[in-house]
């Protein structure tokens, strides 16, 4: 270990951005042993790991980097995933730059970050080939049962941890395919759609149940899931799109994040999609405009390239160091060609359909409620730019799971998400749990794994301790 000083950080291999603009694939190569030991010798093994408590699964980072280091490969993959249910998709997904590696001790003494997610990734492919991942089996069966509605990151990592210690699980779902965000809203250059089959296969044979294409107060009402479960978790994460005010705001043309992912994903499974295949949500041969600075619109942008757009901007308020979306990826859209319009903000559309989005520029002036620079207007200083697409993607709100659901009872904050405790997820109905985006508001997939796996415990506690008072 301690190598920092004398070996080099280094990235797994990117393919070149004019060979990967031509597919979905992902852009990373994998590390060989050699080169995944050398790189976690790196590590520093500090007494205080900042990159493990800034994981909100606080993996135990500088334990599994010593035992690759150490070529101890499967006790290497076993620590990671006793503490994370789906480290391949962690290793692929999480803004490492703002989690663990930004946080790593030896970044912030200038000899650049271990490759922690790159780390992981290749300790858990490798786990998959080699047979490590044992399937999910219990040492008994309970007769208690838990529905869980939304078969994305937070109800799948539950779904494990519930099946694993011998709970009847059930998953309910909206789309026609587990995985939520994952399956639909990530594209395949940052995810490829196997790795999130894969687990979904694992839990089908490990005895979780899914009800697909089922659509949660209308298909079923949520009163009768919770007649026919012990305990119900809701997981549904948050689809409804922010959205953009001003003139012209309803053209045609205009399309949300969500909308444009889902259809590109779908055309990636071979799926029939009529919206993408009339042009309506297909980028090809189009001047694109996608508006927002997170981690969906760097998809959006970077989806858009590889359908061959003819241009690709993005419009954001804030300047790049204010930006919420991952560095990184910001890197590898330049690449790709994208064009940046930092303190940029949509004042209005011209045409309908769309032909040009009207700017109005920006600069930052005194901190906000959140310690940021807040975005001011700079009078006067308004530009057309000329789009046959516009995407929004300015984040999600929750939908209104009470009204939906015919629950008056089930508690929301002002913000409409649902009102649950700190860790156990418990709500204010009796017997029914709430997890991620749709408690947290838009976040990360990391935070709900942490959720889901938190939510899971307390449902078993809670069985346990019901079982006992029951045997008293």
Not at 40 to 50: A, T
Not at 150 to 166: K, T, Y
Not at 168 to 194: H, N
Request: glycine letters at 12%.
């Amino acid at each position: 270990m301690l190598k920092f000083v004398t070996v080099e950080r280094d990235m797994p291999e990117k393919r070149a951005a004019d060979s990967r603009n031509a597919d979905f694939f992902e852009i990373y190569a994998e590390y060989a042993d050699a080169k995944a030991g050398e790189q976690s010798g790196r590590c520093s093994q500090c007494g205080v790991p900042y990159c493990q408590s800034h994981c909100p699964l606080h993996n135990n980072i500088p334990d599994w980097l010593l035992l690759t280091a150490q070529g101890r490969l499967r006790e290497a993959y076993e620590l990671s995933q006793a503490t994370n249910t789906f480290p391949e998709i962690c290793g692929r997904i999480c803004p490492q730059d703002r989690l663990c590696e930004g946080n790593c001790v030896i970044e912030q003494s200038g000899h650049g970050t271990v490759t922690i997610g790159s780390v992981e990734k290749y300790l858990t492919d490798k786990a998959w080939r080699e047979g490590w991942v044992k399937p999910i089996a219990p040492i008994r069966e309970r007769t208690e049962s838990v529905g869980v509605v939304g078969a994305g990151p937070g109800g799948l990592a539950a779904a494990d941890v519930l099946r694993r210690a011998g709970v009847q699980v059930t998953v309910y779902d909206r789309y026609d395919r587990a995985g939520g965000l994952l399956t639909y809203g990530i594209p395949g250059f940052k995810l490829e759609k196997e790795v999130v089959t894969r687990r979904v296969g694992q839990l089908e044979r490990a005895g979780v149940n899914f009800e697909l294409n089922c659509n949660v107060g209308e298909d079923v009402s949520f009163e009768c899931l919770r007649g026919r479960h012990s305990a119900v978790l809701i997981a549904v994460g948050v689809y409804k799109s922010r959205d953009i005010m001003g003139p012209g705001s309803a053209a045609g043309g205009i399309v949300r994040a969500i909308d444009y992912l889902t259809a590109s994903n779908r055309k990636g499974f071979g799926d029939n999609v009529p919206e993408f295949d009339s042009g309506e949500l297909d980028a090809g041969g189009k001047r694109v405009v996608v508006i927002g600075g997170g981690d969906t619109a760097m998809d959006c942008v970077r989806t858009a390239v590889r359908q061959k757009a003819a241009s690709v901007k993005c419009l954001y308020r804030r300047d790049r160091e204010n930006m919420p979306g991952s560095q990184r990826e910001v890197e590898n859209a330049e690449e790709e060609g994208v064009v940046f319009e930092w303190l940029s903000s949509p004042k209005g559309f011209v045409g309908n359909p769309v032909s040009g989005v009207l700017i109005q520029k920006m600069r930052l002036g005194s901190p906000d409620a959140s310690g940021r620079q807040a975005p001011e207007e700079i009078e006067g200083a308004i530009l057309e730019e000329p789009a046959d697409l516009v995407v929004k993607a300015l984040g999600f709100e929750p939908e209104p799971l009470p009204e939906l659901w015919g629950e008056d009872d089930l508690a929301v904050t002002k913000w409409g998400t649902v009102r649950a405790e700190y860790v156990s997820g418990r709500t204010s109905m009796e017997g029914v749990y709430a997890i991620g985006d749709i408690v947290r508001g838009a976040s990360l997939v990391v935070w709900a794994i942490r959720d889901g796996r938190d939510a899971a415990e307390a449902i078993l506690s809670d069985f346990n301790m019901a079982a006992a008072v029951a045997a008293e």
